[in-house]
């Protein structure tokens, strides 16, 4: 619904770019065709994309597939993300060309992004029923192995909608993120501005444990949210 009042307004920004909700809706049909082209409706694929836009992307075209995220971090010990690939069952790796030479081993097949983005996209793809598998967030393992928990779209909805009334968030907000794609509050910074047309400014890496860049960041992003664990906090 937001792609259609205002197509051409920025959804999300990074440091090399930006993307319209026309733009972003685009790729990610894209994406969507391209794994169902290799991935049966329901089965979980791994997310591997550096943060930024295309990671939004991404996750945008994974969920149109029908199919359910499962995020990566390739600089995780080797040992870990096999656990995650067996335990969750990954049926693909959607991956940018720096993510995926990391993960070539894990015997499970590499869709590359660039490729994805060139697929034609498809109609007619349906809509994941409120029951249906959203994504897949490993825990640290720090008693054990790292255990999944599963996310459904209707839990995710839920979340977002209970987040756009409080503490809220308008169509003007800026909400910049901050949080490793693979941490359980990513969601959260990457979805809920696009409910209320309102846009993600994706922080680089190096940007978040820098408390004077990312007061630069923000300063110079007109930056109205910041979503962030205590020690963030402190750094600013």
Do not use: N
């Not at 697929?119 to 192995?145: F, I, N, Q």
């Not at 300063?219 to 906090?233: C, D, F, K, N, Y």
């Amino acid at each position: 619904s937001q792609v259609r009042r205002h197509p051409d307004r920025i959804a999300v920004s990074d440091d090399d770019g930006a993307l319209s909700y026309g733009d972003l809706w685009e790729a990610a049909g894209r994406i969507a065709a391209a794994v169902r082209d290799r991935v049966e409706p329901g089965q979980v694929v791994g997310l591997a994309v550096t943060p930024g836009r295309w990671l939004l992307a991404a996750v945008l075209g994974i969920a149109r597939s029908a199919c359910a995220w499962a995020p990566l971090d390739p600089q995780h010990p080797v040992s870990r993300l096999a656990h995650q690939c067996r335990d969750a069952g990954m049926a693909a790796i959607v991956a940018d060309a720096e993510s995926g030479e990391g993960l070539a081993g894990l015997g499970v097949p590499i869709l590359p992004l660039s490729t994805a983005l060139e697929a034609e996209p498809r109609p007619g793809l349906e809509e994941p029923p409120r029951d249906a598998l959203a994504y897949v967030r490993y825990t640290s393992g720090s008693t054990g192995a790292p255990k999944g928990v599963d996310v459904a779209h209707g839990a995710l909805g839920a979340l977002l909608a209970a987040m756009r009334r409080e503490p809220g968030l308008h169509e003007d907000d800026v909400m910049v993120s901050v949080t490793s794609h693979v941490f359980d509050i990513a969601e959260l910074e990457l979805l809920l501005p696009l409910v209320v047309g309102a846009r993600v400014r994706i922080a680089p890496a190096g940007c978040v444990a820098d408390g004077d860049r990312l007061r630069e960041l923000l300063s110079r992003e007109s930056g109205t949210v910041l979503q962030a664990t205590p020690t963030t906090w402190r750094l600013l």
